[in-house]
């Protein structure tokens, strides 16, 4: 059976006001949590659709036993299997190495789509760490997802203390992607200690 996600080399249709999430990674391999995920962040910020970003390559990373970038749209697919999640290659197309880079190039493409940035909260544990974090905070609204063993450890993070004072209430999840930002929310839900990191090792 085909997968219900749809699948797009570039960018996918979009338009002004359609409130889009965008969940970034390597996908090798895709698995339930970014479904669950995704699934959360739908349901909790009212989203028209979620993308999954797959990246050619993380470039802090060894890539050189990374699957190729089709093999893996695929299978994020398959594991995706929703009608409001759309698997993406855009950022080969893109051409962009980073997180601000990519998210920079998709606002000036999809003038008027409502875009929030989503991760776990493993990464807002080291998001400071990550290229002009600062910048992709002032680029559009943030959803964190909660993740098994990280939710204090990222909540007294560097990230999260420098930006404190523009979390929004979950409460008020469905005004996020309306958002000017900075603006973020730390977001509850069925939670998966599923890794792709864990999933290679296996």
């Known amino acids: 059976m085909m997968p219900r996600s749809a699948v797009h080399d570039g960018l996918p249709p979009h338009a002004a006001g359609l409130r889009i999430g965008l969940l970034g990674g390597s996908f090798n391999p895709a698995h339930d949590g970014h479904r669950m995920a995704s699934l959360t962040a739908l349901r909790k910020l009212g989203l028209d659709q979620v993308w999954w970003l797959v990246t050619p390559g993380n470039p802090l990373k060894d890539n050189r036993a990374l699957p190729a970038l089709g093999q893996r749209m695929q299978a994020a697919a398959v594991v995706a299997n929703h009608p409001q999640i759309v698997v993406t290659g855009v950022e080969a197309r893109l051409g962009t190495r980073f997180t601000a880079q990519t998210l920079t190039a998709l606002k000036a493409r999809c003038s008027g789509a409502r875009f929030v940035w989503l991760m ?34 990222a909540m007294r993070s560097r990230a999260a203390v420098a930006l404190g004072r523009w979390r929004l209430d979950e409460s008020d999840g469905l005004l996020l992607a309306t958002e000017d930002a900075p603006a973020w929310m730390f977001l509850h839900g069925r939670r998966s200690a599923l890794s792709s990191t864990a999933l290679r090792g296996r």
């Open 120 to 153: 776990g909260s493993d990464n807002l544990a080291q998001f400071h760490r990550w290229q002009n974090w600062r910048g992709i905070a002032r680029l559009m609204p943030i959803g964190i997802i909660d993740r098994p063993g990280t939710t204090h450890r």
